[in-house]
């Protein structure tokens, strides 16, 4: 990617919090840059503001008035040159993203890591912590 | 090598991560970029519930700057509670666009109120007085 291009955009709409944190982190280590949200409204927000994302990252189940198939069929509509990929749970998430890493922006020094493995470890942490 | 995740080493040369927690979406964005562009990781959480999971799952955060005013059952006061009761060592900023929430926080070293509306560049360098102090 040429320093002159500007970076490729992905908002990312993931209302579970550790799937988000690690998928988010994980893409801004392959290079993008990554808008989180977890509704669908948060999209036309990002509109409203003047800022259009190349991709929408989405999970099926969003909060807000619209779920991701809902929101993945207005934006066709409305948007036509943003790329929406729909997910579900934490392995299409994790699949999602590994995908996107491969195609870019920037070639990764390392060999793709697990990411779902990742959220799984961080999920039974989380509800270790909430058992003690 | 490893892609750098929340967990990183926790050497003297790492960046410094911030957990940023505000329900307002476009707040949160433009804060958490321009964060990123004054040089700090940074962990997004749109309520207390997010904040709370995130330090659970063990991620090194070294500062939080929450809002008071969230939409949910726990506002950024008792957040910062809940943080103090936790994680006694870790800087909270709270914000609010209500003077009188100023009232609500309890001086301590590790907590600083900053009213709204504010400058980012003020954040930042409560932020780095914080952190600096560690």
């Known amino acids: ?132 | 090598m490893e892609p750098s995740t929340a967990e990183g080493p926790n050497s003297e040369n790492r960046r410094k991560r911030i957990l940023l927690v505000e329900d307002d979406f476009l707040i949160r964005s433009s804060a958490a970029d321009y964060l990123r562009n004054a040089g700090f990781d940074v962990n997004e959480a749109v309520n207390a519930h997010e904040a709370m999971a995130i330090l659970r799952a063990g991620t090194t955060i070294d500062a939080v700057f929450c809002d008071v005013n969230l939409a949910s059952d726990m506002d950024g006061v008792a957040f910062s509670r809940w943080s103090a009761e936790h994680y006694p060592k870790l800087p909270v900023i709270l914000t609010s666009g209500e003077p009188s929430a100023a009232g609500l926080v309890t001086e301590a070293p590790t907590l600083r109120f900053v009213a709204k509306p504010y400058a980012l560049s003020d954040i930042e360098r409560h932020l780095n007085t914080l952190l600096d102090g560690k």
């Open chain 1, 1 to 132: 990617m040429s320093t002159n291009e500007p970076q490729t955009s992905i908002l990312l709409l993931e209302p579970e919090i550790l799937i988000r944190m690690v998928v988010a982190q994980y893409l801004r280590d392959c290079g993008y840059m990554v808008i989180e949200g977890v509704h669908a409204d948060d999209f036309r927000s990002l509109i409203d503001s003047g800022r259009q994302p190349h991709i929408v990252l989405a999970d099926v189940q969003l909060a807000g008035a619209a779920n991701g198939f809902e929101l993945a069929r207005s934006i066709r509509q409305t948007h036509p040159s943003i790329d929406v990929i729909l997910t579900s749970g934490i392995a299409g998430a994790a699949h999602e993203a590994q995908d996107l890493c491969d195609e870019g922006p920037i070639k990764k020094p390392y060999h793709p890591k697990d990411v779902e493995a990742r959220i799984r470890i961080l999920l039974e942490r989380r509800r270790a912590a909430n058992r003690s």
